[in-house]
T-cell receptor, first 115, second 115 residues
Framework: ETGVTQSPTHLIKTRGQQVTLRCSSQ?????VSWYQQALGQGPQFIFQ???????GRGNFPPRFSGLQFPNYSSELNVNALELDDSALYLC??????????????FGNGTRLTVT | DQQVKQNSPSLSVQEGRISILNCDYT??????FLWYKKYPAEGPTFLIS?????DKNEDGRFTVFLNKSAKHLSLHIVPSQPGDSAVYFC??????????????FGKGTKLSVKP
């Protein structure tokens, strides 16, 4: 069983630039969620995708956007990067039904540094 | 305003003894609680969960206790092992929280188990 994989593992960008992070969900999982974990904080929910549509969103501005593809993989795009966007970005997948039926399975994350 | 609080940033325990990690929440609508463990450079890994209709759930060395009236839950690890050294996150979800992938996490407690 293939777990959740994320790429790249590390990334350095300059303020104002745009970034795309990628995630392949665990085999058999069709729901993908993205979380941001700032230093010293717990993960914060950004949004979730199910059947290629956004299915819930946390308190993040519109410059955070995403996509889900027919093979259930997903992208997180962040425009106009700010210094505070520096964080670990975690992708998690789950079968349809989400947390109540099956816990989220997380990837190892992408460490984004904005300078 | 934090809805899930882990007030102890760190905990140190001797191998073989009990580790008790605590978590408080403020939202009475939360109906499902999870504990995740995170090693450095890895994503969070699901450990154990509990539904609000229960007050205890046990899985091997791990037991989670829920006190709804106090809005408090705790994770007990007995006996503690050096491999348990990690950051432990408490998380909660509610049926009104939109998508089921929307978990609210605490800031985490770093557990160190000394040989």
């Amino acid at each position: 069983e293939t777990g959740v994989t994320q790429s790249p593992t590390h990334l350095i960008k300059t303020r104002g630039q745009q970034v795309t992070l990628r995630c392949s969900s665990q085999s058999g999982h069709n729901t993908v969620s993205w979380y941001q974990q700032a230093l010293g904080q717990g993960p914060q929910f950004i949004f979730q995708y199910y059947r290629e549509e956004e299915n819930g969103r946390g308190n993040f501005p519109p410059r955070f956007s995403g996509l889900q593809f027919p093979n259930y993989s997903s992208e997180l795009n962040v425009n106009a990067l700010e210094l505070d966007d520096s964080a670990l970005y975690l992708c998690a997948s789950s079968p349809a039904g989400g947390a109540l039926l099956s816990p989220l399975h997380f990837g190892n994350g992408t460490r984004l540094t904005v300078t | 305003d934090q809805q899930v609080k882990q007030n102890s940033p760190s905990l140190s325990v001797q191998e073989g003894r009990i580790s008790i990690l605590n978590c408080d929440y403020t939202n009475s609508m939360f109906d499902y609680f999870l504990w995740y463990k995170k090693y450095p450079a890895e994503g969070p890994t699901f450990l154990i969960s509990i539904s609000s209709i229960k007050d205890k759930n046990e899985d091997g060395r791990f037991t989670v206790f829920l006190n709804k009236s106090a809005k408090h839950l705790s994770l007990h690890i007995v006996p503690s092992q050096p491999g348990d050294s990690a950051v432990y996150f408490c998380a909660a979800s509610s049926p009104t929280g939109g998508s089921q992938g929307n978990l609210i996490f605490g800031k985490g407690t770093k557990l160190s188990v000394k040989p």
